[in-house]
Nanobody, 132 residues
Framework: QVDLVESGGGLVQAGGSLRLSCATSGRTFSSAVMGWFRQAPGKERELVAAIRTLGSRTYRAYYAESVKGRTTISRDNGKNTLYLQMNILKPEETAVYYC??????????????????????WGQGTQVTVSS
């Protein structure tokens, strides 16, 4: 059983910042590919950022073009927690944000990132609302 629990969402004014957290349990966190997705009402789910472990304390991050330069994904392996720092938020970024990780069986929630990793485990999501 792999559990992902997001927190940190809320209401913020345009131009503001939020830091989302995702606490994980039930698997080896340090080697897992982790990602943040979001889904706005009436829109497709999209990958916001992902992070891979390349070696000891070496990671590679991916960011969607729309968030580059404003967003940072990070992980604390000691706390089994994934983070997403979002700055200069825009109203169009209002969405439910989901934490996800790979390693399970394909299911109806599964999604792929640009490097082909499949995300099978998902959190319940946290709402981010950016007011104009």
């Amino acid at each position: 059983q792999v559990d992902l629990v997001e927190s940190g969402g809320g209401l913020v004014q345009a131009g503001g910042s939020l830091r989302l957290s995702c606490a994980t349990s039930g698997r080896t966190f340090s080697s897992a590919v982790m990602g943040w997705f979001r889904q706005a009402p009436g829109k497709e789910r999209e990958l916001v950022a992902a992070i891979r472990t390349l070696g000891s304390r070496t990671y590679r991050a991916y960011y969607a073009e729309s968030v580059k330069g404003r967003t940072t994904i990070s992980r604390d392996n000691g706390k089994n927690t994934l983070y997403l720092q979002m700055n200069i938020l825009k109203p169009e970024e209002t969405a439910v944000y989901y934490c996800a990780t790979s390693g399970g069986a394909p299911n109806y929630k599964s999604a792929y990132d640009v490097e082909g990793a499949r995300y099978d485990y998902w959190g319940q999501g946290t709402q981010v609302t950016v007011s104009s």
